[in-house]
């Protein structure tokens, strides 16, 4: 049985390929598109693995200094098709990690781009060895309600 799975490999990592749709949504490679990649890669001399290895299975967390999100993933276009690479999971990742593959992905002469995703990097983030911290955003004091907010069971009472 042909594999349908394809993963990049490196940081020590697998990222996982998969087939972009027109809506951006990522979907399972074909046995074709699988066997199209892995040639390509094997010319190019980018590494890849057909199958899930489990050591190399890592989801970007928050570390004690890196607060970075994990919102990213590359996209690279190969002819008419489209691929979104991200973590095995097809979870996001940090945008470090997206943007050395990309740069690495253009300098091996294939187009590719980073596309963030949800929630960027937060700027004002609160230092880890400070004691003192002012928050830039000032709070208002409690303001009391001018109207009662009531409930579909106040409302079936009345």
Do not use: W
Request: charged share 30%; glycine share 2%.
């Amino acid at each position: 049985m042909e594999s349908k799975e394809l993963y990049l490999s490196c940081y020590d990592r697998l990222f996982a390929i998969k087939a972009r749709a027109k809506n951006s949504y990522s979907y399972d490679l074909s046995a074709e598109q699988v066997e199209r990649l892995k040639t390509l890669f094997d010319n190019l001399g980018i590494p890849h693995e057909t199958e899930l290895i489990e050591d190399k299975c890592y989801i970007d967390r928050p570390e004690k200094f890196d607060l970075a999100p994990a919102n990213s993933r590359i996209v690279i276009e190969i002819g008419d098709e489209q691929y979104n690479i991200a973590n095995y999971n097809t979870y996001l990742i940090k945008a470090r990690y997206s943007e050395k593959i990309s740069e690495a992905f253009n300098a091996k002469g294939l187009i590719s781009r980073v596309e963030l995703m949800g929630q960027y990097y937060n700027v004002d983030v609160v230092p880890l060895f400070k004691e003192e911290y002012t928050p830039t955003v000032k709070v208002k004091a409690e303001e009391k309600p001018k109207y009662k907010q009531i409930t579909m069971f106040d409302r079936a009472t009345a």
